[in-house]
Each structure stands twice: as structure tokens, then as C-alpha cells.
């Protein structure tokens, strides 16, 4: 198997090197219940990051940093770092290498961790590209997926709301195209539909995936409900699409009725007020135990692209 170098899309990953990440993301959670490991010292990790992150940059950091190696970091990348004087992101990258052995970016433009592999010489980790890509943090969701519902082939799950500019939805869908017997139900409202290139990658692939939108009916027929955030952000000015987007689908009361006894509830989280705080104490809400999954699926992957 050909080793880990960069992390830039979903796509990259095949079933083997799923399988062989997922087990070492498992002893990374007995590591950090033994207190850590140094088998990254003297390793550095620069982290860029240009857009606000709190789990993912602080999970890497973490991840890190449990694994005996240093961290140097740049947040507000956009405003603290040589790019607010106009340096181009090729050539932050080139001065980023010389200080790092492996660099995690997170970028306003879709196709910027692409662009920084293409000059880094270290390996570069996308920590999300705009409203293009979130690797990672599709990789925890499938790792999550698996520890909750204990499969991979064979469940439904609904993805719910902004399906146009959540990048984590893009990512989760290219992994679940490697798996077998998974059927994906498309809930989102109107103006921030699941965009075509992702449909017909599934198609490619022979996933079955259907657009519906009630979200009870859907609720009552799939293992997981996979809700994100309308992308405020991305909007600009078309305030009254957001508006319209905001609030349409709520994971409340009556939808953790709908829902089957063995089913779950994720988000990539920050959430707002798409997921309604009175079912956080449901055994079936796993979205706080998912964002845990990202610190060992980021201790396993700087193992993984730093050591093997
Ligand atoms: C997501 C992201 O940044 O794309 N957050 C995360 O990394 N967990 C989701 C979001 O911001 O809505």
C-alpha cells in the first residue's frame, strides 16, 4: 500500500487504507487513555488557518501535541499572517515547509490545499478549502458511523440542510461511495440543493441517493441523520435565500420521535439552531462523541503521513 503523504480530498482514500486509518485511529484512543505517546517528538506541525476553525484546529493541535510533537499556528491567517500584505499562498507554503514537517491548512478557496501540495515538499493536511473539501472531518464521520451503528455497508442515512455549500457533506458523500448497500437521502431546502458533480459521482459508483423533503417521513427510515449548518458565510449578500434557507429543518422533539431506537444524530458542529439543545441528552445525539472521534482520527492520520 502506498504510504499516506498528503490529505486533500475524500476521494484518495480507498477501502484498504480506510480500514488501515480506522484501526489506528482505535489505538489512538487507548493511547490517550494511557496519558499519550512520543512517538511524534521532534516532529513540528505548522496549522494555517485562514477561515475560523475551534474543533478542527484545536483537534489537530491536540492530536499533535498527545502524540509528543509541537505545534506552531497561525489563526486569522487571513489578517495576522504575510498574506494580509499580499503574499501569495504558494509562497507562504514555501516558507511554512522550511519550519515544519507537515502543514494543516484550512483556506477560504476551494482547491487551495491542492495548490499548496503542489509546491509543499512536507506533507499538506486540508483542514477545509472553502465550500470544497473537509477530508478529515468526513473521515471521523465514517469512523463515527461505524462505531455507532457498528457497520459500514448496508444503512440509509438523511444528509439535511446545506447540502450546496457544506463542504464536510461533499466529503462524507465520496467516502460513502466506497462502501456497499448505502442508499443517501438528500434533505435540504430549495436554494442550497446537493450540487450535480456529487450526484452524479454517486451515480458513477452506484449509490443510490434520492432528494426528498420531509424530514419526519426520512427520519423514520435511516440509521443516521446527518445535519450541518446553513453556511451564513457563503451567502453574501443574498440575505433573503439564507433567510429562507435558516430554519427550514430542525432536528427537535418530533423528529427524535420519528427516529428509530437504533438510529443517530450527527453534525460536524458549530451548530446554531438546527439542532434544538432539548435533545443533546438523547442517547441517539452521538454529535459530541463524534467531534472526539477527530482527535484520534488526527492523532492517527499525523502518525500515518509523519511515521510509516
Ligand atoms: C465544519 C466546517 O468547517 O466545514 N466545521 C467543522 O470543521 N467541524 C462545518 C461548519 O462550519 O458548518
Do not use: C
Request: net charge negative.
Amino acid at each position: 500500500m502506498d504510504k499516506l503523504f498528503h490529505v486533500i480530498e475524500a476521494q484518495q482514500f480507498d477501502r484498504p487504507l480506510l480500514s488501515e486509518l480506522f484501526a489506528v485511529t482505535k489505538e489512538m484512543e487507548e493511547v490517550v487513555s494511557r496519558y499519550g505517546s512520543n512517538i511524534l517528538s521532534r516532529r513540528l506541525m505548522a496549522s494555517l488557518f485562514y477561515e475560523p476553525s475551534t474543533r478542527t484546529r484545536l483537534s489537530f493541535e491536540s492530536a499533535m501535541m498527545r502524540l509528543g510533537g509541537q505545534v506552531v499556528t497561525t489563526e486569522s491567517a487571513r489578517e495576522f499572517s504575510s498574506a494580509a500584505k499580499g503574499e501569495t499562498l504558494e509562497d507562504t507554503i514555501r516558507i511554512a515547509e522550511g519550519y515544519s514537517d507537515v502543514i494543516v491548512i484550512r483556506h477560504y478557496e476551494s482547491g487551495s490545499a491542492r495548490r499548496a501540495a503542489e509546491v509543499a515538499s512536507v506533507p499538506i493536511i486540508n483542514a477545509g478549502d472553502g465550500p470544497g473539501q473537509h477530508p478529515t472531518q468526513a473521515l471521523l464521520d465514517v469512523y463515527t458511523i461505524q462505531k455507532e451503528i457498528g457497520r459500514l455497508d448496508n444503512f440509509k442515512i438523511a444528509m439535511v440542510g446545506d447540502l450546496a455549500n457544506g463542504r464536510t457533506v461533499r466529503s462524507l458523500a465520496y467516502l460513502l461511495s466506497k462502501y456497499d448497500g448505502v442508499k443517501i437521502f438528500f434533505v435540504a431546502p430549495r436554494v442550497v440543493r446537493m450540487k450535480d458533480d456529487i450526484k452524479a459521482h454517486l451515480d458513477e459508483h452506484g449509490i443510490e441517493w434520492e432528494e426528498a423533503d420531509d424530514l419526519i417521513a426520512v427520519a423514520r427510515d435511516v440509521d443516521v441523520v446527518y445535519q450541518t449548518r446553513i453556511q451564513r458565510e457563503r451567502f453574501g449578500d443574498r440575505i433573503e435565500d439564507y433567510e429562507q434557507a435558516r430554519g427550514k429543518y430542525v432536528i427537535d422533539q418530533t423528529v427524535m420521535e420519528a427516529l428509530l431506537e437504533s438510529s443517530v444524530v450527527l453534525h460536524p458542529l458549530p451548530r446554531v439552531d438546527e439542532i434544538v439543545p432539548e435533545v443533546d441528552g438523547d442517547p441517539r445525539s452521538a454529535y459530541f462523541r463524534q467531534a472526539h472521534n477527530g482527535l484520534y482520527i488526527r492523532m492517527a492520520l499525523l502518525q500515518m503521513v509523519l511515521e510509516s
